[in-house]
C-alpha cells in the first residue's frame, strides 16, 4: 500500500486526512490489540473531526477507561494491518515508523491471554511465534494475546499452528502459562493473519541475457510451456529483519546469529533467530538458517523451517504472479534461500516430484540461477537420488 496510490486526487490535508481515514477504516479491523508508551490498549475506534491539525485520532480502551489519542503515537503489533496504517499515517506527517526493537515494553507489557479463556479439557488452536528448550512462546490463532506453553519435549517450528488439549493453566508474574499435549500441528500461513511483505518494482528483466535464449538453443523442459522470450517485470520482495540498523548495512542480527554458530556457539544463534521470528514471523532468513542448520541430521524437520518461508514469501507474491525475483537484489535472497533449502530438502527425503516442482519455480523466479537449481533438477529428471549424488560428491 504506497501513499501516493492511497492519497491519489486529493488536494488539500483536508481531503488527504479523509482519505487515510478511509483507508484505515477499510484495513483496521476492530478492536485492535495495540500498545501506547509501553501500555497495552485496545483500539476502538479511529476518527477525524475535520480539523487538520488535530489529524486522525484512535480512540483506545484499558480496562474500564478509555483515551483519545492521535494515531501515530499507537503501536499496533509488527506485521498486523494496523502497523501498515500507522505507518501510512507516520509518513503523512513526514515521520519515521515507531521503533519495533523488541524492547521491554513490546515483549513483557503485551496484550496477554486471560487465563480463564482456556479451559483444560479444551482444545485450542496456538500460533507458535519462537521456540526455547522447554517453551514455546505462542499466541491464540485469530487473535494477537499471548501466553506460554511449557513442554519439556518440543519439536514445533515457528509460524506453524498447533491445537492443545490443555491440562493445567496458571499465571506467573502476570505471565499466563499452560501445559498440555500438542495433539496436531499444521502449516496454513494465511490462518497467520500476517500482512504479505510488499513488493517493490525494480525494472524489466530481459530474457536476451539468459543463457538458454540464445539463436537455435532449445528451451529446457522447466520453461517450455512459459512465456521466457518476452521481457519480464522484476521485483525486490520487502525483508524483515527486526532490529536491524537501517544504516549498518554489513552487520545485522541474522548475520550476528551466523557468526555465532560459526564460533560454535550453536545455542545462542538459534535463540538470537528466535527472538527474531517472535518479533515478527516475516523474517525470512531466520526460517531458511533454521531450516539450514537442521538439515544435515534432521531434513524433515528443517523442510518444516523451510516451507514456512516458503509459504509467507508467497503469501505476498499471490496466484499467477509472473514476475521475476533476481538473486542481485539482496533483499530476494532469503525468500529464494527457503526456496532452494525446501526443493533440497524434499529430494533429500525421497520427494522427488515436490522437489522438481520447486526447483521450476525457483528457476522461473531467478533465472540466472545463483543457486544451481538446474542442476539439481537435471539430476532429479535423471532418476538420481540425493543419497546417490552426496555419496558421489555432486
Known sequence: MELETVLAGAQSDHHQLEALLKVSLSELALPADALVVGEPVQVVAVEYDGRPRRGLSATCRRGEE??????????????????????????????????????????????????????????????????????????????????????????????EIITVLPTRTWTHARH??????????????????????????????????????????????????????????SFVMEQIIPGADPEGVDLDPTTEAVDLKDADAGGDAEALLMSLLG??????????????????????????????????????????????????????????????????????LGNLEQAAALFRRELWLDPADHQDARQCLALIEEGRSWKECAEAGG
Open 279 to 348: 518479533k515478527d514471523l516475516r523474517c525470512l532468513d531466520a526460517h531458511a538458517h533454521l531450516g539450514n542448520w537442521e538439515f544435515t541430521f534432521r531434513p524433515q524437520k528443517a523442510l518444516r523451517h523451510y516451507a514456512v518461508g516458503v509459504g509467507i514469501g508467497e503469501l505476498a507474491l499471490g496466484a499467477g504472479f509472473e514476475g521475476v525475483l533476481p538473486w542481485s537484489q539482496l533483499d530476494n535472497r532469503p525468500f529464494l534461500r527457503c526456496l532452494n533449502g525446501a526443493a533440497l530438502a524434499n529430494w533429500c
Open 66 to 159: 478509555r483515551h483519545q489519542v492521535c494515531l501515530a503515537d499507537v503501536r499496533f503489533g509488527p506485521g498486523t494491518g494496523g502497523a501498515r496504517i500507522s505507518a501510512l499515517y507516520r509518513e503523512w506527517l513526514g515521520l519515521g515508523p515507531l521503533a519495533t526493537d523488541g524492547s521491554a515494553d513490546t515483549q513483557e507489557r503485551g496484550h496477554k491471554v486471560e487465563i480463564g479463556e482456556l479451559e483444560p479439557g479444551t482444545c485450542v488452536d496456538l500460533v507458535v511465534l519462537a521456540c526455547k528448550s522447554n517453551a514455546l512462546r505462542c499466541r491464540m490463532a485469530g487473535t494477537a494475546l499471548e501466553l506460554t506453553m511449557r513442554t519439556a519435549v518440543r519439536d514445533e517450528v515457528p509460524g
Open 176 to 233: 499466563p502459562y499452560l501445559s498440555g499435549k500438542v495433539e496436531r500441528w499444521r502449516l496454513d500461513v494465511a490462518a497467520l493473519g500476517l500482512v504479505p511483505l510488499a513488493l517493490r518494482p525494480a525494472g524489466d528483466w530481459d530474457p536476451d541475457e539468459a543463457y538458454w535464449s540464445r539463436e537455435g538453443r532449445p528451451l529446457p523442459e522447466w520453461a517450455a510451456s512459459r512465456p521466457v522470450r518476452s521481457p519480464r517485470s
